[in-house]
């Protein structure tokens, strides 16, 4: 399908307004994929709140120009799959993970987080990372870690007491 001068800019426009909004970049080769595989992949990407699109290579690179996956234009190549995140830095890597376990046909080629390229070999590593949730629960309970301990520290003493009280109690009901 040939594409005329208004139709590029537009892809162009569009894909690079998603990369300035998005935090996490990753790039697949899709040879091989059946329609109905892509649309399955397409499908979970929409669940998960990942933006898809494929792409020419020439349009990827000129739209991530000035945006912080400009990294990683050398590493457009072939035909690729681009996934795009704007909320869940490891949204992507998790989708094109797991997809890539089911289809030995997909193949993650580069990933990008804030503005650093990393190899498809440490997609376990931004797989891994929590959600913003998570994140966001760990910290809390980190940070609620000291003042429970705090508390149970004060409370040791009254309970200790209280404690030999009721055993007193019981020695002298048993007597």
Same mark, same amino acid.
Request: aromatic share 6%; glycine share 4%; hydrophobic share 45%.
């Given at each position: 399908? /040939?594409?005329? *001068? ?5 892809? =162009?426009?569009?894909? #690079?307004?998603?990369? +300035? ?11 091989? *994929?059946?329609?109905?595989?892509? /649309? ?8 998960? @709140? ?5 792409? +020419? ?15 990683? %234009? ?35 080629? =580069?990933?990008?987080? @804030? @503005? %650093?390229?990393?190899?498809? &070999? ?8 929590? /959600? ?6 760990? *910290? ?7 003042? /429970?301990?705090?508390? +149970? ?7 200790? *007491?209280? +404690? &030999?009280?009721?055993? =007193?109690?019981?020695?002298?009901? #048993?007597?």
């Amino acid at each position: 399908m /040939t594409l005329n *001068l208004a139709d590029k800019q537009a892809i =162009v426009a569009e894909v #690079s307004q998603i990369a +300035r909004q998005a935090i996490s970049f990753v790039a697949a080769d899709y040879r091989g *994929l059946t329609v109905p595989e892509m /649309t399955q992949l397409r499908k979970e990407a929409r669940s998960a @709140g990942v933006y898809l699109r494929v792409v +020419r290579n020439t349009l990827a690179r000129r739209a991530v120009e000035g945006t912080s996956f400009e990294c990683i %234009q050398s590493s457009l190549v072939g035909p690729l799959i681009l996934a795009f995140a704007e909320h869940e830095p490891s949204a992507p890597a998790k989708l094109f993970k797991q997809y890539a376990k089911d289809n030995a046909k997909f193949e993650v080629k =580069v990933l990008s987080v @804030g @503005g %650093q390229v990393y190899s498809a &070999t440490q997609i376990d590593a931004v797989a891994s990372l929590p /959600t913003r949730d998570e994140a966001l629960s760990k *910290l809390m309970s980190a940070m609620q870690a000291p003042i /429970t301990k705090l508390v +149970r520290t004060f409370v040791a003493p009254q309970e200790k *007491l209280v +404690r &030999t009280l009721a055993a =007193v109690r019981d020695q002298k009901q #048993s007597a």
